[in-house]
């Protein structure tokens, strides 16, 4: 049946719904770790020498580039083809690598640019995954038909929120303080959307869940014709 809703109504069914929200937040933090490494790792390396890591940085946009679409697929693989269709295990996973690598930068920031670097690449490719699975696919996944959209922008302009919040945070500590709080201030982000993550950790479309019970039936039913049913049915338990 066609429904038709009004702004009011589209911007209740996304803020109304906790797994929209959750999610929101999830790409707030990935805004700005994503933005904390690709907006200051250029200012860092002009204004603090980084010798044997200058092809890092001569090289930037072209790394981001592939690193980005590396991190992307990746997240889109452990997804679908590791966790059935969940978008919280992934999310998991690059948060809590994205925890480590910016502790490696913490402890090395002064003293070995070429980590530093790497580190910094690979907190590129990983919140690109994060935000790959967060903004187009989640909204797509729980967004709802007449929602899909609203849900979409709203999810992805957190990330724009999150890139703000960096800006003014990593700015300040760096003007004032040290280029050493750069990499500590993106930390509890990295282990906020870890967090958050893990709470969806469990969750599925709707879609996704019928047809895992539908093939799971099926498997059962024919399982059963061949006398194999006590073993399927304790697969299906583990």
Not at 94 to 102: G, H, K, P, Q, V
Not at 140 to 157: H, L, N, Q, Y
Request: a neutral charge; glycine letters at 10%.
């Amino acid at each position: 049946m066609h429904e038709e809703y009004s702004t009011l109504d589209l911007f209740k069914l996304v803020f109304l719904n906790p797994l929209i929200v959750m999610f929101a937040l999830i790409e707030l933090t990935a805004g700005v770790l994503r933005n904390g490494i690709m907006q200051w790792y250029t200012i860092f390396g002009h204004d603090v020498k980084q010798p044997g890591a200058e092809s890092i940085l001569a090289n930037w946009g072209l790394l981001l580039c592939v690193f980005g679409i590396i991190g992307g697929f990746a997240g889109g693989l452990i997804s679908d083809k590791i966790f059935q269709s969940r978008r919280g295990p992934p999310a998991v996973i690059f948060c809590a690598f994205m925890l480590m690598m910016t502790a490696v930068m913490a402890m090395n920031l002064f003293s070995l640019p070429f980590v530093v670097g790497v580190a910094a690449l690979l907190i590129v490719a990983a919140v690109t995954g994060v935000h790959s699975l967060m903004s187009g696919t989640v909204a797509a996944d729980f967004g709802g038909r007449k929602a899909t959209a609203t849900a979409s922008g709203i999810v992805d302009g957190f990330v724009y929120l999150g890139s703000g919040v960096q800006s003014v945070g990593v700015g300040y500590l760096v003007t004032h303080h040290s280029w050493q709080w750069w990499p500590i201030f993106l930390m509890p982000f990295a282990l906020i959307g870890g967090l958050v993550a893990w709470r969806i950790w469990h969750e599925l479309p709707a879609a996704t869940r019928v047809y895992i019970e539908t093939v799971e039936r099926k498997h059962l039913v024919l399982a059963t014709t061949n006398g194999n049913a006590e073993h399927v049915i304790q697969t299906l338990k583990s």
